[in-house]
């Protein structure tokens, strides 16, 4: 079971940090990712992570804004995001993979959080 919080209402530039609790005894063995999806717009990868945690991936957008991060002691997957557009406005899931290594496509992933809200005002 995975468990998202952290979202909400932050001004274009600003910075949020979103969890993702996961638990079970498995979770150091699972890829692990974020996605999102804004009104009306599918859903869409945001970044991955392997299980150890030495490989990530960004989708184009993401990249040198958003850092996803794990802590397989604490069964915890984090994606901090600063410099905020409201672009970024959407509802974000974490998801776990049995892919290890990290993957960006949601079909891969087995397990998914119920989301959080991310609204970025201009």
């Known amino acids: 079971q995975l468990q998202a919080s952290g979202g909400g209402l932050v001004q274009a530039g600003g910075s949020l940090r979103l969890s993702c609790a996961a638990s079970g005894r498995t979770f150091g063995s699972y890829g692990m990712g974020w996605f999102r999806q804004a009104p009306g717009k599918e859903r869409e990868f945001v970044a991955a992570i392997s299980w150890r945690g030495d490989n990530t991936y960004y989708t184009t957008s993401a990249k040198g804004r958003f850092t996803i991060s794990r802590d397989n002691a604490e069964n915890m997957l984090y994606l901090q995001m600063n410099r905020l557009k409201p672009a970024d406005t959407a509802v974000y899931y974490c998801?776990?993979?049995?892919?290890?290594?990290?993957?960006?496509?949601?079909?891969?992933?087995?397990?998914w959080g119920q989301g959080t809200l991310v609204t970025v005002s201009s």
């Open positions: 998801a776990a993979s049995r892919y290890g290594i990290g993957v960006s496509e949601s079909g891969l992933y087995d397990y």
